[in-house]
């Protein structure tokens, strides 16, 4: 057998391998670059690597209004967050588990705002708030923020309450159970892994967000505008730590819940 056709036979049996490293590797190095900059000597710009240092993550607010700006993210994030997941999830059992005039129409209008660009939903709520008179800041960033993350949390909580099985709520029924009592013992617990995941969801949409809120903003500084702006001058090192700590944030929650998912499941 040649070595050419030897070489074909290889590739094909680890094609999906190596386009998976690949695909990683594409996703992950900006992430990588951002961490490894974090700990880079501080100075005007940090494009080049003049030498490791803890000094950047031991003070990480030494940058003029990045601990601020956030601030203001978490806030917003965290009250949007929130208000979306309450919504979205009522909503989301509304579509799912009743019929109802207008129901396929309001599951169409749910998908709008996912599939609008960002910069068209951003003028047009900068319309309306103008057009209302109302004065920009913290209420209307929460507002854009509600309006863009409740159609996700709908999505992820309607398909995990597609996924139950229903012979569950009918079983706490037939043991005389009420509507309530089986909504908070059976039905909630059941869907709550589908809420979490949606309410961080929201959140990370809302913490990322910058061309909504640079529109509705005021002069609220978040932190995604505060990086915009740091970048013509040089980003400063403070964000790469805030940055990579966000992200090391998130990776540890995802690992935490793994890790209670396989408890779990190895204890049934």
């Known amino acids: ?27 992950f190095t900006p992430i990588a670059y951002v961490m490894v900059f974090s700990f880079n000597r501080p100075a005007r710009s940090n ?20 601990c601020n700006a956030l601030g203001n993210s978490l806030k917003i994030g965290v009250a949007s967050t929130v208000i979306a997941t309450v919504l979205g999830t009522m909503v989301a059992f509304a579509l799912a588990r009743y019929r109802f005039r207008g129901r396929t129409t309001t599951n169409l209008l749910i998908f709008l705002p996912m599939a609008t660009p960002e910069v068209v939903l ?26 863009f993350s409740i159609s996700f949390v709908v999505v992820a909580v309607k398909a995990r309450i597609a996924s139950l099985d229903p012979r569950l709520e009918q079983a706490a029924q037939d043991l ?14 059941l869907v709550a892994p589908g809420i979490a995941g949606a309410a ?42 805030i940055g990579s700590a966000m992200f090391l944030l998130a990776m540890a929650i995802v690992l935490a819940a793994e890790l209670f998912r396989w408890r779990r499941a190895k204890n049934l």
């Not at 494009?47 to 990045?66: Q, Y």
């Not at 951003?122 to 309006?147: C, E, P």
Request: glycine content about 6%; proline content about 4%.
């Open 176 to 189: 005389y159970a009420g509507e309530f009592e089986t909504f908070r013992r059976i039905t909630l617990p």
């Open 200 to 241: 961080l969801l929201a959140f990370s949409l809302s913490f990322d967000d910058f061309i909504i809120t640079n529109f509705v903003s005021g002069d609220v500084n978040t932190f995604p505008k505060f990086v915009y702006v740091s970048a013509g001058r040089g980003i400063p090192a403070d964000a790469y730590v």
């Open 122 to 147: 951003a003028a047009s709520l900068l319309t309306l708030f103008l057009n209302m008179r109302v004065q920009l800041g913290f209420t209307t960033i929460i507002i854009a923020h509600v309006m």
């Open 1 to 27: 057998m040649s070595t050419g056709i030897k070489a074909r036979r290889w590739l094909g049996r680890h094609a999906l391998h190596i386009y998976g490293v690949l695909a990683f590797a594409y996703i």
């Open 47 to 66: 494009l080049t690597w003049r030498g490791f240092t803890l000094e950047n993550w031991t003070n990480p607010c030494n940058a003029p209004d990045v």
